[in-house]
């Protein structure tokens, strides 16, 4: 789970973009975009996307830049359909990726060709045409220089500090409500209203950190507390199911069997702990 100081990564894009006149924007590490500046879209853009078929091969083309992003763990500067330059840098924390900064909507002095929006309606391609027209054109010296400090940036300590990770911190409060509280209701349900995560996450944190399913930790963890009671206490079986959270004695002692290849009451005698031996008398 991540946070985001927003306001302060608008402050950081506001900069970029007073040095550059290039649109820059921060997406996190699912691909959403968190902040941009200045605006989403420029109005060509946004006109463009306002066909549902452009719509799709410009979020394809963020798509595959994300996808080389991963693959190579380094930018990924690739041109749109519309002919605009984008450049994704991948933000990298422990060889990790933690979100990504990218730039685009660039039109370039190489791209100053007018496009014949020959895929376009017929009725928005004069509109296109104007807006392109007037999309500022950028030389690639200006283009590269925006590029090396967009790298600078993706590596940043200050823009990583804005990004806050709290997995391994929520890993262990979740371990540890988990195992204090194996009689209550250990649902998904019930760990997002506790934790206030949405399902996503949980079912994600669960995945990532624990490499299992929030049902099959949570039985893992009941199973191995009643294996411990079941060698360090004289309580009865049906007794330490009902304190692991398992009360159908039935249930429980099958779903023991299957993790540990025996009865409870086989491994009591198996691996029970030697009483205490009494002092001897001088």
């Not at 970029?16 to 997406?27: D, E, R, S, V």
């Not at 549902?52 to 500067?77: G, Q």
């Not at 429980?252 to 031996?277: L, Y």
Request: aromatic content about 10%; hydrophobic content about 35%.
């Amino acid at each position: 789970m991540r946070t985001y100081d927003l306001q302060k990564m608008q402050e950081l894009l506001h900069d970029f973009y007073n040095l550059t006149g290039i649109k820059i924007c921060i997406y996190d590490d699912a691909e959403n975009e968190l902040c941009y500046y200045p605006e989403k879209l420029s109005p060509f853009c946004n006109l463009v996307r306002s066909d549902a078929r452009a719509e799709k091969r410009c979020l394809d083309c963020d798509r595959r830049a994300f996808a080389e992003c991963k693959k190579t763990r380094r930018r990924a500067v690739t041109a749109c359909h519309a002919g605009l330059l984008e450049c994704f840098s991948p933000i990298l924390y422990e060889e990790k990726i933690i979100g990504y900064i990218a730039i685009g909507q660039i039109r370039t002095q190489q791209a100053n060709v007018m496009p014949d929006f020959r895929d376009f309606p017929e009725e928005m391609r004069a509109d296109l045409r104007a807006l392109y027209a007037n999309l500022p054109v950028i030389g690639m010296d200006k283009i590269h220089s925006a590029i090396h400090i967009l790298d600078a940036c993706a590596g940043y300590e200050y823009l990583r500090a804005l990004i806050k990770d709290y997995g391994g911190r929520l890993e262990s409060r979740l371990c540890e409500y988990i195992e204090k509280n194996l009689t209550q209701d250990l649902s998904v349900t019930a760990l997002c209203r506790t934790f206030r995560l949405s399902r996503n996450e949980i079912y994600s944190l669960f995945r990532d950190r624990f490499d299992a399913t929030v049902a099959d930790f949570v039985k893992e963890r009941r199973l191995c507390r009643a294996r411990e009671l079941l060698e360090k206490t004289a309580q009865p079986v049906a007794k330490i199911a009902v304190l692991c959270g398992i009360p159908d004695y039935n249930y429980f002692t099958k779903q023991f069997r299957r993790a540990f290849g025996v009865s409870p009451s086989k491994w009591r005698k198996q691996n029970a702990a030697p009483p205490a031996r009494e002092p001897m008398q001088s």
